[in-house]
């Protein structure tokens, strides 16, 4: 039951959307007209029609996405292999390409809407009580929607895999392929031993800034919190630096347009669009995948594997194609009627993903005469736009959602480690910046949370940081929900069943408004907002229970689920994959994708699950005994 304010807030958000969608749509229009280097158009992937694939190919690759990409690029190296990748998207639009937009492409047609089944620990503020889970439906995956955050992990995150008997995985071998994939732009690093300059993939720091990121850095040296290497993807993780990200001249570099607009032209690649795989087909006496079915043009298609099949669907969906295709937990199979090729008990289990707790969003005084934060009025207008177009430079190249990014140690843990267990974005915008028209719908947030906490601060100067949880305690599954691959699975996150897990944010909040009190910080007289949830002002504002209560209602998934086809030794019984990614009980089937991690790493999962194609192309060569 939405209550009056809420419906005044509905109205006010629907009479927004009118502008925004104008200044899109001209956005997009000028692009065209006066971007070749967006619109890329000898280089875009062109999708095969289906009456000119093959019968047969010795790869087939399910899923186009962060993982799916790379691999599909690095096999078709060799020139004797036929290699179909299978994407059930499109390809990625020239609005994805800007920075500063990114989250209007969450809930668009690129993104495939998956919500939580509902609970009564977290995303309380959420619409039915669910969380929004976007993933990418396009060709480029999850990188074509993500904040482009470049995040390797910390080195003890892959010698802790290594630890778990997956040999090969370790800090010391991971090393060479994120160095493999990066092409290192930003001139601070090119010479620096831990990058790599010559990948497909271009790492730069963002085009464009608000004068906050200055008072964020200034602040953290303050408190003596910089990271002494200026980077959080070197000799040290914990501290406070201006993030990387995966662009290009200030623009996205998906994995498409890393990996497959190079390859584009290989007669051995073949890229289906639109193309969804419902099964992987299985010899169930020889238990050897053969090949897959998949529906394109609203039509069914069978293609065959003379080598492999390999599932790159992502955290979600690699679980369920396999449940789908009759390796999974027996009983589960049983109940959707689906036959028990292989009884699998970890297929969709050890569900893991960075929760974040939203909410730590202080208003400031601005003492000078220019903007300080991004507020959507004045960032999305005509002018903007003539700049991005024109004079390729504004705020449109910015990511104003992280600035500054941090890693710290809470009083869990041993900082002297440099095993940080809170990553901080700290953001130019807040909630209250773009009305609610496109973070409050990526978020899935209710309109009566939003009136309740942001209408009556609309538009005011403000920043927001928000505290993520590195590795959580928690563990969530994927279910199916039936026997239906166009029916959404069942997501069951879990988040904070372990009671570590809530108290290591709750100190992540805390250390945010401690770095409030700095001397540089104060100049801004930052005041935490004062429109409390509802159910949150039963607790003293600022305390432990107060920001407990506000992650419970203000959950955010960072878009990293991981795990559900676990990488372990034979003798694990929830191991799905071994360490060269092979699927235990069936031949001729791999996982390379983020759900073969056996625990999730600290930071972003983009850059690792390419990392992850890099290792398993390079694995697969060996397998098939082509030389590196």
Known sequence: MVTLSGVFTSIRIACSYGTGLVLLILLDSAIWMQRPDI???NNRVQDMPSHLLYDIYDFVIVGGGSS????????SEVESWNVLLLEAGPDESYLSEVPMIFATLQQSKFDWKFRTEKSERFCLAMNDGQCNWPRGKVLGGSSVLNAML????NKKDYDQWEKFGNPGWGWRHVLHYFKKLENMRDPEFVNDDMHGTEGPLS???FKFNSPLMQFFLDAAAEMRYLNPFNELNGKQQTGFARPHGTIRDGLRCSTAKAYLRPAVHRKNLHVALNSQVEKVLIDKDTKRAFGVVFKKDSQKFVVFASREVILSSGAIQSPQLLKLSGVGPEEELKEHDIDVIFNSPGVGENLQDHVAAGGSLYLVQNPYNYSLSFIAPKVLQVESVREFVFNKTGPLYALPFCEVMAFISTKYIDYREDWPDIQIFFASVSDNSDGGMFGRRAAGMSVDYYSETYEQILYKDSFMAIPLLMRPKSRGRILLSSKDADDHPIIKPNYFEDRLDIATLVEGSKFIHEFTKTKVMQKLKPVFNPNVPPK??????LSD???ECLARHYSQTIYHPVGTCKMGPKHDPMAVVDARLRVYGISNLRVVDASI???????NTNVPCIMIAEKAADMIKEDHSFGL
């Open 597 to 603: 991690m056996p625990t999730i790493v600290s930071g």
């Open 536 to 541: 949150c002002r039963q607790f003293e504002m």
């Open 545 to 547: 229970d107060f920001f």
């Open 150 to 153: 470049y995040i390797r992990g």
């Open 203 to 205: 790492v730069e720091r």
């Open 39 to 41: 619109v890329d158009w």
């Open 68 to 75: 799916g990409a790379a691999l599909a690029a690095r096999l």
